[in-house]
């Protein structure tokens, strides 16, 4: 029985299993978004929003503060890269400083294709939706109008769409601009 067991174990040992959410939170803080399965994106949620906090707890007063070079030390002990942690502290926590919590947002896109596995996305509330970074808009044209390509379901729908395969035409769309170019 799992009475009061906290959290998921992924299917690895604990060295393991630590590592894998270091890397996904590397790769969100990195990317802003990122395509994982469900599982492991529930999991990452809890430790991201603690690296978020304690970022946002070390900018109160100051960067230049012996709490923000203690907030620094812990977000070090989990982020490896250097870029990606000066990220979090220029950018992303200041970004979020008041609000209380609720930093992320899970989506679920469907079923991935090889082994069934149910696939999420997961991203920061509240920032910027790039579309030139999604191809798949770009190539499909909106059936119900302009609505359909804006807000998070029509980000949930063309992540769908380039999970089962809607990524063959942007590719041709590519090689196309690159023969006109020429």
Do not use: W
């Amino acid at each position: 029985m799992r009475h009061r067991v906290a959290h998921r174990k992924l299917g690895r040992v604990t060295e393991h299993r630590l590592a894998t959410l270091r890397n996904l939170s590397q790769m969100l803080l990195r990317h802003e978004r990122i395509d994982t399965t469900l599982a492991k994106a529930k999991e990452l949620r809890p430790f991201i929003e603690r690296l978020i906090t304690v970022a946002k707890r070390g900018l109160e007063d100051g960067a230049d503060t012996p709490r923000a070079l203690h907030a620094r030390r812990l977000v070090a002990r989990d982020l490896a890269d250097k870029r990606v942690a000066s990220k979090l502290f220029e950018t992303i926590a200041p970004r979020f400083a008041s609000r209380p919590g609720g930093y992320t947002r899970v989506l679920r896109l469907g079923r991935r294709r090889g082994d069934c596995a149910e696939i999420a996305q997961i991203e920061f509330v509240g920032s910027e939706y790039d579309p030139s970074l999604d191809e798949s808009t770009e190539t499909t044209k909106p059936a119900a109008g302009a609505s359909s390509s804006k807000g998070v379901g029509g980000r949930l729908r063309a992540a769908a769409k380039r999970l089962r395969g809607g990524r063959k035409s942007g590719a041709k769309k590519d090689a196309d601009t690159e023969t006109d170019d020429e």
